[in-house]
């Protein structure tokens, strides 16, 4: 038997906090907390802490590890998904972690409809999947969403995670992943390349020469196999990068403010610049290069280790991201304060209800239209 009131919600809180709460007493937790008038029922000592973690009192290493390790009890009930409680607990996570923008803002009051984690929505709009189209420069394609894992042709093999390049006679090939779609590729040298939605790469089938050169756009994940004897270049809107013995990310989309270039390892050369690992640049519309010395490797490359994170993101930003991923247009309804940020992560596999029901609050309300493929964020 359930109770409620103070004394259940300080219960709660503390089981939470010691990772013992069951799936039925986690969703009882999760609607209390959305109630904000609960929040004044919270003993002194919880309501302090509560208060504390948006301004990072606490030492982040604590709070990180103490809510990524929470772990459910029990088997979930069969009226909830597993999943389901991934997502909530992905959810909470992001709220006790907090943002620049607090989200039980108790001065305002709303009458929206919120969507929630645990909502059936018909018109609800599921995340990207792996697939790409294959072009070839005698105008041959093959859609890699449909084919068959094997040989494609001679040359090309495809599997479940990737599709592999063992080119014997030189033919250049374009590899596109559409809205909603990303593909890992491996060319004949063994680079690795993962391309993010709406992104794409040009190749050789086998590398011959000086160098060994590929074209891009979008987003892309390189992880070279070196040769000194034959240097790899990624050519970037105008730009020549080269390896220098690298792994790296480029976040090139058109629809972005800069290019951003960011060095998990080795040393990767921009025009005359140089790069190292823990580095990023950012270059304008220009061609100004702005070097951020300590560059946050995790942010950069969530997306090809299956998670969605976002560090003090404004809406915009946000939104970009979500027509990519999930291949939705967004419509706004008016123009939202710049400094509305949001800080947290949900696994890349969520709906989209699911993600915007974590950024949803008293200043945004999302409406979604899975026949149209149309996102509204109105105030």
């Known amino acids: 038997m359930r109770h409620s009131g103070m004394g259940r919600l300080q219960l709660l809180f503390q089981k939470y906090l010691d990772n013992h709460l069951s799936p039925d007493e986690f969703a ?8 904000e008038e609960q929040l004044d029922n919270l003993s002194p000592e919880l309501q ?50 907090g943002g620049s923008y607090q989200f039980f803002n108790k001065r305002q009051e709303s009458s929206q409809k919120k969507i929630t984690a645990a909502d059936t929505l018909p018109n609800d709009v599921k995340a990207g999947t792996n697939g790409a189209i294959l ?30 390049i063992e080119g014997k006679i030189v033919e250049y090939a374009t590899l596109t992943t559409p ?6 590729l491996v060319l004949s040298d063994g680079t690795k390349v993962w391309l993010n939605a709406a992104s794409s790469i040009r ?4 590398f011959t020469g000086n160098d060994r050169v590929v074209e891009t756009t979008g987003e892309v994940s390189i992880k070279v196999v070196h040769n000194d004897k034959m240097p790899f270049k990624v050519k970037v ?22 290019v951003r270039t960011t060095v998990s390892e080795g040393l990767v050369r921009i025009n005359d610049v140089f790069i190292k690992a823990g580095q990023q640049t950012e270059i304008n519309t220009n061609g100004q290069i702005r070097l951020i010395e300590d560059a946050d490797i995790e942010l950069a490359t969530a997306w090809k280790n299956g998670q969605q994170v976002f560090k003090k993101a404004d809406i915009a930003t946000i939104m970009r991201q979500v027509e990519r991923w999930y291949n939705v247009d967004v419509e706004y309804k008016t123009t939202l304060p710049s400094n ?20 949803e609050n008293r200043n945004v309300h999302f409406e979604i239209d899975g026949n149209t493929r149309k996102v509204t964020v109105t105030p």
């Open 28 to 35: 009882e937790f999760w609607q209390l907390l959305d109630a």
């Open 48 to 97: 302090q802490l509560w208060e504390k973690k948006p301004a990072y009192n606490l030492p982040d290493n604590h709070w990180n590890s103490r809510f990524k390790a929470l772990k459910i009890a029990q088997e979930p009930v069969k009226k909830w998904p597993d999943q389901v409680w991934r997502y909530a607990a992905a959810a909470v996570l992001l709220l006790i972690l």
């Open 135 to 164: 072009t070839f420069a005698n105008g041959k394609t093959i859609v890699l969403d449909t084919a068959r894992n094997g040989h494609l042709t001679k040359d090309i093999t495809k599997t479940d995670a990737s599709i592999a």
């Open 179 to 184: 809205r909603g779609k990303q593909q890992q």
């Open 203 to 206: 190749f050789p089938t086998v």
């Open 237 to 258: 809107r105008g730009q020549l990068y080269e390896d220098l013995g690298t792994e790296f990310n480029i976040n090139a989309y058109e629809s972005e403010p800069v």
């Open 340 to 359: 509305m940020t949001f800080t947290g992560e949900l696994p890349r596999e969520v709906n989209l209800s699911a993600l915007l029901r974590v950024f």
